[in-house]
């Protein structure tokens, strides 16, 4: 029993037995769940965190209806896809009301699969093999993801940029190849013009990859990057690519893995945010699916999908079980009842306000970017040279979990943007506390 074992214990335990590469929260002095619910979760001593990490547990912890059709179809069957269930067919079905233009699933276990899917999807319909990718971009820890995620080159490992991925500059106004003023950041005429440069500089990619004999099977991109730094893509950009990447006989690859069912606020995904008539050709999703439980799905087109592996067609053990698929509809259910999306987006409005005013009061705040219950916060040393503050960053997460009891992260290539991605019940007091505990905290350190 987890509850009455110590947590020296099972650090111990865990050094002996796991590898040690496994990564892991506050690594100095690691976390111990004892208990989780709703927006909350317990330490090994029964005390209460406010959780604005986890952004997997998309409904809430352990949310008694998403237990309740878990432990239901537990009890009923487990099998895979090879034997026919309604609870299959009624997720796909709920998933697809959400994706016009796309009318076929299919199911897998984690992020990372489904990426790797979507690859094999794209390449069997097009005859190419290569991808294109952003710079930063995390897509899953395969050996072919991790080959498309820049955020995981050069750390030293056995890990390269292989020939058939090229990587194409980040859409980022703030820190990226082309630059807004401070003052322009939300200027519409600036980013307009921004998704067009960097529309073109992917042009330019597939461009190049032509000369050198090199085909293009996908673009992969999220709709607003996570891991990579919370960049949200200028207007028109995503439109603008997918038309030089079709031209090109390539296909739109979207990973929502961690944008969608409602993350973002108003709309189920992210790339339906800023242009609702880009439909992309491929979406891929995963963690908040299952709110815990193992399930992702690629979605796309009876056409693509039908393409698939020749004659060896697809299967995956555990991917669309009906447990896994009770997970999926239980959730997507939730976000109905519990009118989630509006609810997110009323919160996205709640924190872009209150964190405006946070940032007009510490410099050490460069950008504020997000939406919905997605918002990442940008600490820079200087608001000029936007020089990234990691350290900050890391005494902050700290201070928050000791005096605060708030559990927060930081990510983006230099670590030094704060992640706010809490589960949707999140409230707005929960709101109002953060925003207040960081603006405390902040004058505390005189930042
Ligand atoms: N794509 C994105 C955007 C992700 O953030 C992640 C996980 N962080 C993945 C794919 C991989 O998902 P998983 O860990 O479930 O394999």
Known sequence: ???????????????????????IFYEKDPFMVSQASMQYLY???????????????????????????????????????????HKLTDCAEEILKTLPGLDTVLFCNSGSEANDLALRLARDYTQHKDAIVVDHAYHGHVTTTMEMSPYKF????????PEWVHVA?????????????????????????????????????IEKAEQNGRKIAAFFTEALQSCGGQILPPPGYLKLVAEYVRSHGGLMVIDEVQTGF??????????????????????????????????????????????????????NTYGGNPVACSAALSVMNVIKEENLLDHSQKMGELFHEQLNELKKNHDCIGDIRG?????????????????????????????????????L????????????????????????????????????MNK
């Open 169 to 205: 500059p980040i859409f980022d106004v703030y820190r990226g190849k082309y630059r807004l003023a401070n003052e322009d950041l939300n200027n519409p005429e600036k980013l307009e013009k921004a998704g067009q440069v960097y529309a073109d500089m992917v042009k330019d990619v």
């Open 43 to 85: 330490d090994e001593n029964g005390k209460k965190y406010l959780d604005c990490i986890s952004n997997v547990q998309h409904v809430g912890h352990c949310h008694p209806k998403v237990v309740a059709a878990i432990s239901k179809q537990l009890a009923t069957s487990t099998c895979n896809v090879r034997f026919v269930s």
């Open 154 to 161: 050069d750390h030293g490992s056995s890990l390269r940029q």
């Open 371 to 407: 939406v919905g219950l997605f918002w990442g916060i940008d600490l820079v040393k200087d608001r000029e040279t936007r020089e990234p503050d990691q350290e900050l960053a890391l005494q902050l997460i700290l201070k928050l979990r000791k005096e605060r009891s708030i559990l």
């Open 262 to 315: 409602g993350r973002v606020g108003s709309k189920y995904w992210a790339h339906q945010l800023s242009e609702d008539d880009f439909i992309p050709d491929i979406v891929t999703m995963g963690k908040p699916m299952g709110n815990g439980f193992p399930v992702s799905a690629v979605v796309t087109t009876k056409k693509i999908a039908d393409r698939l592996g020749g004659s060896v067609g697809y299967f």
């Open 1 to 23: 029993n987890d509850e009455i074992r110590s947590k020296d214990e099972a650090l111990y335990r865990r050094k002996k037995t796991i590898g040690s590469t496994c990564q």
């Open 409 to 444: 992260n930081a990510d983006g290539p230099h670590t030094n943007i704060l992640k706010i991605k809490p589960p949707l019940c999140f409230n707005a007091d929960d709101v109002k506390n953060t925003v207040t505990a960081l603006d405390e905290t902040l004058k505390e």
